[in-house]
Nanobody, 127 residues
Framework: QVHVVESGGGLVQPGGSLRLSCTAS????????IGWFRQAPGKEREGISC????????DYANSVKGRFTISRDNAKNTVYLQMDNLKPEDAAVYHC????????????????????WGQGTQVTVSS
């Protein structure tokens, strides 16, 4: 049975850091391109990072480039999202998911290509 769990969210002050985890069971994360998405209240879901499985490339949305880093720990079947220099506008529920249609992200964050969504983890950035 496929199961994805995101964790690591919480309350952090502006300028602070969090590391989110995306842990899977029932399938091997390294065989899929894995994306991180976020959705704030009243806003559309935003794709922010993707780690390819085919060539190891990673992509970031302009809104997080230079502040967020995506990485894999295959031994733990986990993908991480290191978030530094957090801003109030980063507050959202963060989800990870596996791309069933491509193994190379190619800078695309097309939500309809992703499946195995977790329940999400809340990130709040406030002083």
């Amino acid at each position: 049975q496929v199961h994805v769990v995101e964790s690591g969210g919480g309350l952090v002050q502006p300028g602070g850091s969090l590391r989110l985890s995306c842990t899977a069971s029932g399938f091997i994360l390294d065989e899929y391109a894995i994306g991180w998405f976020r959705q704030a209240p009243g806003k559309e879901r935003e794709g922010i990072s993707c780690a390819s499985s085919s060539d190891g490339s990673v992509d970031y949305a302009n809104s997080v480039k230079g502040r967020f880093t995506i990485s894999r720990d295959n031994a733990k079947n986990t993908v991480y999202l290191q978030m530094d220099n957090l801003k109030p506008e980063d507050a959202a529920v963060y989800h990870c998911a596996a791309n069933l249609m491509r193994t190379r992200c190619a800078g695309l964050f097309l939500a309809h290509e992703f499946a195995y969504w977790g329940q999400g983890t809340q990130v709040t950035v406030s002083s």
